[in-house]
């Protein structure tokens, strides 16, 4: 299994960037995928996932700036994030999982560790 993470950079406060997660060698009948970040001496937090079928669940702290899709032609999953400020600067991490999001399953999985990472891109929010 493969997940390879594009679109981060470097952009000022209020403006946008999209990221997208191409996911290889994942098929699975029940799946949840997402958006994952971590920045400097933070704990990793969630940031958005999704079901397949579509169902999305968001942090608190997106308050309607970010929007997660998912193409399931292409195995890829996509997060547009607008109105982006300073605080949203991290490591953005695309994860998937076996499970449906917020299962007992998903739990288990991110507890042990057990699910899938890309590497990882960095988004930096300048004031």
């Known amino acids: 299994v493969k997940l390879v993470e594009s679109g981060g950079g470097s952009v000022q406060s209020g403006g946008s960037l999209k990221l997208s997660c191409a996911v290889s060698?994942?098929?699975?009948?029940?799946?949840?995928m997402g958006w994952f970040r971590q920045a400097p001496e933070k704990e990793r937090e969630e940031v958005a996932i999704i079901n397949l079928g579509g169902q999305a669940s968001y942090g608190d702290f997106v308050q309607g700036r970010f929007t997660i899709s998912e193409d399931s032609d292409k195995n890829t999953v996509h997060l547009q994030m607008d109105r982006l400020l300073p605080e949203d600067t991290a490591m953005y991490y695309c994860?998937?999982?076996?499970?449906?999001?917020?299962?007992?399953?998903?739990?288990?999985?991110?507890?042990?560790?057990?699910?899938?990472w890309g590497q990882g891109t960095q988004v930096t929010v300048s004031s």
């Open positions: 994860a998937a999982f076996r499970f449906k999001c917020y299962s007992a399953g998903y739990w288990n999985s991110l507890k042990r560790g057990d699910n899938y």
């Open positions: 060698g994942f098929s699975h009948s029940s799946y949840c």
